[in-house]
């Protein structure tokens, strides 16, 4: 499984976008991205999942370039609803086993 | 039911003691999961059921970790003579066949605390 190197934590205030980014050069032909979010106290719940190039849903963007060795989940309008740890993925789609790193600390403030 | 249902949702007990931790999936899904969060930490795989049978039980971290399923639904995870390391959220996770990623959907966990 090809590894993820996203930050440790961030700071953000009420309405900016939050921009986070992972990276993952070894990342296989087959491979998708998927990013997860966690509030405390819960389990994580899957945010958005993508291939290549731009994938847009009514939570998040996320962005590949197209050498694939990132990948950038992009949150517009933060509030405070959306402190919680922010996960990048990636794994062959059908692989049954998910390994999650330690994840993004995503702090909004007022 | 609509949601992965862990339970209890928290659990102290004493070094030495056996505990169980139940979930229950999503009613349909075939694949389920257990996962272990300590403090501050990643999520760390444990054990991957298909059906009744377990695949990749990689992840049990010692002989004291065991877990089954019955019925293709309610999975037990054990822990017998509970240490102090064992002390962590213990996150279960089902999905409609295990083959898409997206399709995850987790429990609140189980707080278990060995004093």
């Known amino acids: 499984l090809a590894k993820t190197t996203q930050p440790i934590s961030m700071d953000s205030y009420e309405g900016q976008e939050v921009n986070i980014t992972c990276s993952h050069n070894?990342?296989?032909?087959?491979?998708?991205i998927t990013w997860y979010q966690q509030f405390p106290s819960q389990g994580p719940r899957f945010i958005i999942q993508g291939y290549k190039t731009k994938v847009t849903n009514e939570v998040a963007s996320l962005f590949i370039p197209a050498d694939r060795k990132s990948s950038t989940l992009s949150l517009p309008r933060v509030s405070l609803s959306d402190t919680a740890v922010y996960y990048c993925?990636?794994?062959?789609?059908?692989?049954?086993?998910?390994?999650f790193g330690k994840g993004t600390m995503l702090l909004v403030s007022p | 039911g609509a949601g992965v249902s862990q339970s209890p949702s928290n659990k102290v007990t004493e070094k030495g003691k056996d505990v169980e931790l139940r979930c229950d999936p999503i009613s349909g899904h075939t694949a389920l999961y257990w996962y272990r969060q300590s403090l501050g930490q990643g999520l760390e795989f444990l054990i991957y059921?298909?059906?009744?049978?377990?695949?990749?039980k990689s992840g049990l971290p010692s002989d004291r970790f065991s877990a089954e399923r019955t019925g293709g639904s309610v999975s037990t995870l054990t822990i017998q003579r509970t240490q102090q390391e064992d002390s962590a959220v213990y996150l279960c996770?089902?999905?409609?066949?295990?083959?898409?990623?997206?399709?995850?959907?987790f429990g609140s966990g189980t707080r278990l605390t060995v004093v």
């Open positions: 993925l990636v794994a062959l789609r059908g692989y049954s086993t998910l390994t």
């Open positions: 070894n990342i296989a032909t087959n491979d998708y």
């Open positions: 059921f298909q059906g009744n049978s377990a695949p990749d």
């Open positions: 996770a089902s999905s409609v066949t295990g083959g898409e990623i997206y399709g995850y959907t």
